[in-house]
């Protein structure tokens, strides 16, 4: 009793650009989006975290240390003090090559700067990164979601999709706000797989999954997709990776190199 399925063809994969083009640029900052935007990604990432006075920022750590000058959790510091670490030096200094005058005083965004600056001219997929520690942090999303009016398709695609490895954050969300796509995100260690009780689960909320590549193949891909599932695959950070991801049939790829992404989809 096997469904068939539609291929999933090139112009069909998204290219997400993972921390924005973060190959390029300081991760999860106006440049980094901006660079996959002018690269045409389909949708940029977006990683959350959230301050001492409840704002959600786009970081991918829970501390400060790797991406600022700064030290300790987000969750310690209020918006305020956040805004007075800079963002961009770190990556001048790991990347001399790549350095840039414009990074050395780059903020923290916060979310809705992040929608101010965009607007409608981009496509967005969040990471509910660590949501047990943060009060509330699916009801801030969904109402700045609601403000800035991007609940809605974009042509084909959803404007916003949400990811998380946190099936609670991710069924809170759905029951605040039943149209958003949401992505399970799992990481196998060894070979993927899903039970049924899992597919019935994600059932409940989900519309697709996201998964280490190194876990997956063609065969894994396709059940999840014949149970109605989408697969996203990442990190690919390299040609011979993206072809692999392009030739699984998956829904799409999270790459640090957008324009790579797109140059392989369009070649492929
Ligand atoms: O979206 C999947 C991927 O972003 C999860 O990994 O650690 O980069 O957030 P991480
Ligand atoms: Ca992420």
Do not use: C
């Amino acid at each position: 009793n096997k469904k068939s399925l539609e291929p999933i063809t090139p112009e069909d994969f998204l290219i997400i650009a993972h921390r924005g083009a973060s190959a390029y640029a300081p991760e999860h900052t106006i440049p980094a989006y901006e660079i996959a935007q002018q690269a045409d990604a389909d949708y940029i990432e977006i990683d959350l975290q959230m301050t001492k006075d409840g704002v959600l920022v786009a970081m991918h750590d829970e501390k400060v240390d790797r991406t600022t000058d700064g030290v300790g959790f987000v969750i310690e510091y209020s918006l305020e003090e956040l805004k007075q670490l800079n963002a961009g030096r770190w990556y001048n200094s790991a990347n001399p090559g790549l350095a840039n005058k414009e990074f050395e005083d780059l903020k923290v965004p916060t979310l809705q700067e992040i929608f101010s600056h965009f607007g409608n001219d981009v496509n967005y997929y969040i990471e509910m990164k660590s949501p047990k520690i943060y009060k509330k942090m699916e009801e801030k999303l969904v109402s700045l979601l609601i403000q800035y009016n991007l609940i809605r398709a974009n042509g084909e695609l959803p404007k916003v999709i949400v990811e998380s490895f946190n099936e609670d954050s991710l069924t809170r969300l759905h029951q605040l706000e039943p149209k958003l796509p949401l992505i399970q995100l799992f990481y196998f260690k060894e070979e993927a797989t899903l039970s049924v009780q899992h597919y019935n689960r994600l059932s409940n909320f989900a519309s697709g999954i996201g998964v280490n590549i190194s876990s997956v193949d063609n065969d894994f891909i396709q059940e999840v997709q014949l149970n109605g599932f989408q697969v996203y695959l990442y990190s690919i950070n390299n040609e011979i990776e993206m072809k692999k991801a392009l030739n699984l049939q998956a829904n799409g790829a999270f790459t640090n190199n957008p324009d790579m992404g797109i140059s392989v989809r369009t070649e492929f």
